[in-house]
């Protein structure tokens, strides 16, 4: 996979020094103005290499890992696994804050910067667009990590995450509602659709936004708003452009990696090195799988003495945000939910074929058939489970599902999120609100 190479900014601004401890600790790294598409290429690239690695981090708190107390980076990573979000050690590693904004910084530069600087083109269209589908994609992780799970009738007085559309960092911004982060969300993305140029991006630059993966983002987004139309809608027109599934009987690449047919946007680093060195797939999540039948048991998991570590990441050909399967998922849950149960089993069948073995499969339809709704839709969570494990899903598939009790022992006590648990939603992180009395 091509690398995505972190350049040191182009210049972001062209001022000399900012106190900016107010709200972001961001220094400037450069102050050399861009003006060519090559200029904001380059700063673009440093902005999706910047994008962190959050998912990696949620899934310490899922019940997909159980952590692994003989590590040397234990100590960072256990009260993650404690759902400690407050009076934290601090040698526990932060949900990641600066570095979303970081991200946001670059982008504003090119979006209200590139505008005016670079000359007319079908490249400064594709960099605009991307840079707009980037910064709804991180407002959209954002406000799902720090907001509370969106809720029609109550995001508008819900607590989201601060928006910045511009690039002075002297602001002291206050949170805007989840409603009006949804709202920016959505502005983005019909201000990226109107420039976007590239339809689908090519293997080793598929870490880039293209049409088909912000109809990816647009069909995930209507699915956590509970707009079952608009999911079904998006999800139809992105498979239009790529609906390659992997057939897993004929394949051993898995198709999370980056260069799978299945894959869209090959951008976060969805299970990272070191959260996957200290911890060990957990019984739960082992329990879902058949490991005779379902050929995605072996792509996810490797036995180590008498436990299972997780193979299915800890490297950047790993990286994953979309990919195709997801849109059949999410048209098969938002096609149940508008009372189309017949279409909803066929469009997931559609993936499972190419999961199981040809006898798992036969089962599997069996299973499927005489289904009522309700069961169908715990099938479609317990398929979600199986089919993104440690691609950063479970965690949000939690939060807007069902949010059930989770218990981890850690040091030999047992720490339990309850049901409907408040710390489902986490706290901004203590550096955040040192900085930023108004979080």
Not at 31 to 54: F, G, M, W
Not at 187 to 203: C, F, R, S, T, Y
Not at 366 to 382: E, H, R, S, T, W
Request: proline content about 3%; overall charge neutral; some cysteine.
């Amino acid at each position: 996979m091509r690398k995505i190479t972190t350049f040191v900014a182009l210049a972001v601004i062209s001022f000399t020094s900012i106190g900016c401890d107010r709200f972001l600790d961001i220094q400037p790294e450069g102050k050399v103005i861009p003006k060519t598409v090559e200029d904001y290429r380059q700063v673009l690239t440093s902005a999706y290499s910047k994008y962190p690695s959050h998912r990696s981090l949620v899934a310490l708190r899922t019940d997909e890992l159980n952590i692994d107390e003989n590590t040397s980076d234990f100590v960072s990573y256990r009260e993650i696994a404690m759902w400690k979000d407050s009076n934290t050690d601090q040698a526990t590693t932060e949900f990641p804050w600066v570095s979303f904004y970081s991200v946001v910084f670059y982008l504003n530069q090119i979006i209200n910067e590139g505008t005016k600087t670079m000359p007319e083109s079908p490249e400064k269209q594709q960099i605009l667009a991307e840079a707009y589908a980037l910064r709804a994609y991180t407002y959209f992780d954002m406000v799902n990590l720090y907001g509370k799970p969106y809720n029609n009738a109550t995001a508008s007085t819900d607590r989201g995450v601060p928006i910045t559309l511009d690039i002075d960092l002297e602001q002291v911004l206050k949170p805007s509602t989840v409603q009006e982060v949804y709202n920016q969300v959505h502005a983005d993305i019909a201000k990226a659709e109107g420039l976007m140029v590239e339809q689908k991006q090519a293997a080793g630059l598929n870490y880039r936004f293209s049409k088909v993966a912000l109809l990816a983002l647009e069909a995930r987004t209507a699915l956590y708003e509970g707009d079952w139309n608009k999911a079904v809608s998006y999800s139809d027109q992105a498979l239009a452009i790529k609906s390659d599934i992997s057939n897993l009987n004929t394949t051993s690449t898995a198709p999370n990696h980056y260069a799978s047919v299945e894959s869209i946007l090959a951008l976060d680093n969805a299970f990272n090195s070191s959260v996957q060195n200290l911890s060990f797939a957990s019984t739960e999540l082992l329990s879902k799988f058949n490991s005779t039948t379902d050929k995605r048991f072996g792509l996810s998991f490797e036995k180590n003495g008498s436990k299972y570590k997780v193979i299915k990441g800890g490297s950047s050909d790993f990286r994953i945000s979309f990919r195709t399967s997801e849109l059949y998922f999410i048209k098969s849950e938002a096609l149940l939910k508008l009372n189309r149960l017949d279409e909803a089993k066929q469009t997931l069948l559609t993936v499972l074929k190419n999961r199981y073995t040809s006898d798992g499969y036969v089962s599997i339809q069996n299973q499927v058939n005489p289904m009522n709704a309700a069961d169908f839709m715990n099938f479609i969570l317990d398929e979600r489970v199986r089919e993104f494990a440690l691609e950063g899903q479970r965690w949000f598939d939690l939060r807007r599902a069902n949010q059930i009790q989770i218990t981890h022992t850690v040091n030999g006590q047992n720490y339990i999120l309850q049901q409907n648990d408040v710390r489902y939603t986490i706290e901004f992180p203590m550096s955040a609100k040192k900085n930023n009395p108004n979080l």
